[in-house]
């Protein structure tokens, strides 16, 4: 079965300093990663992706394969980052399985 | 244009009701999905829709929930003698090809008394 852990809760940072949010995953396939932010009283939009190896808004996610990890990071944290943050996995079924979420991290970042 | 918007917003009802939920899709996406999200929890995947294939239905918690879509537009999710476990909110996402991004609705929250 197909897991996504995201270890923490709550993320608390100053602003300006570097900010790393933890997802690791379990599936024995080859699965495709994305990151998903809401802001407080918004909808659920998509971050990034790994497969589109991109910077959103600042902020950066590596698949480690070998770890089963896909950690977003951000190397200087702004207050509008503050939002819930949520890992999620689609596995091979083409998107028939629809997508796996973490129960995701409320990240505060403090002025 | 419009995103997914999902009616209603809020919801009460009392134990052992039954409960419909709508969802319209962003015109042009033959993918639709239902989650659920209880309190604290992370997103659960409950349904898939594409074009006019059949769903499979093996992801909703129980036989008291049934989702039906016409064709590629509108789904309504249908939970039969409510619980007080099924409060949660439940949103519903639309992609074009499956795998692409899924757009998600402002979701509609389920409080069952």
């Known amino acids: 079965a197909q897991r996504v852990t995201q270890p923490e809760k709550l993320l608390s940072v100053f602003k300006g300093a570097p900010v790393e949010l933890k997802c690791n995953y379990s599936?024995?396939?080859?699965?495709?990663l994305f990151w998903y932010v809401q802001y407080s009283r918004q909808r659920l939009q998509l971050l990034l992706r790994?497969?589109s190896r991109e910077s959103i808004k600042g902020f950066t996610a590596d698949l480690n394969k070998g770890e089963t990890s896909f950690h977003l990071k951000k190397p200087f944290a702004q207050e509008e980052d503050s939002a819930m943050y949520y890992c999620?996995?689609?596995?091979?079924?083409?998107?028939?399985?629809?997508?796996?979420f973490g129960k995701g991290t409320h990240l505060i970042i403090q002025p | 244009g419009a995103g997914v918007s999902q009616s209603p917003s809020n919801k009460v009802t009392e134990k052992g009701k039954d409960v419909e939920l709508r969802c319209d899709p962003i015109?042009?996406?033959?993918?639709l999905y239902w989650y659920r999200q209880r309190l604290g929890q992370g997103l659960e995947f409950l349904i898939y829709?594409?074009?006019?294939?059949?769903?499979?239905k093996s992801g909703l918690p129980s036989d008291r929930f049934s989702a039906e879509r016409t064709g590629e537009s509108v789904s309504t999710l249908t939970i039969q003698r409510t619980q007080q476990e099924d409060s949660a909110v439940y949103l519903c996402?639309?992609?074009?090809?499956?795998?692409?991004?899924?757009?998600f609705g402002p979701g509609t929250r389920l409080t069952v008394t």
């Open positions: 996402a639309s992609s074009r090809p499956p795998a692409y991004e899924q757009y």
């Open positions: 599936y024995s396939g080859s699965p495709e």
């Open positions: 790994h497969i």
């Open positions: 999620a996995l689609s596995g091979s079924g083409g998107g028939a399985d629809g997508l796996t």
């Open positions: 015109s042009g996406h033959t993918a």
């Open positions: 829709f594409q074009g006019n294939s059949a769903p499979d």
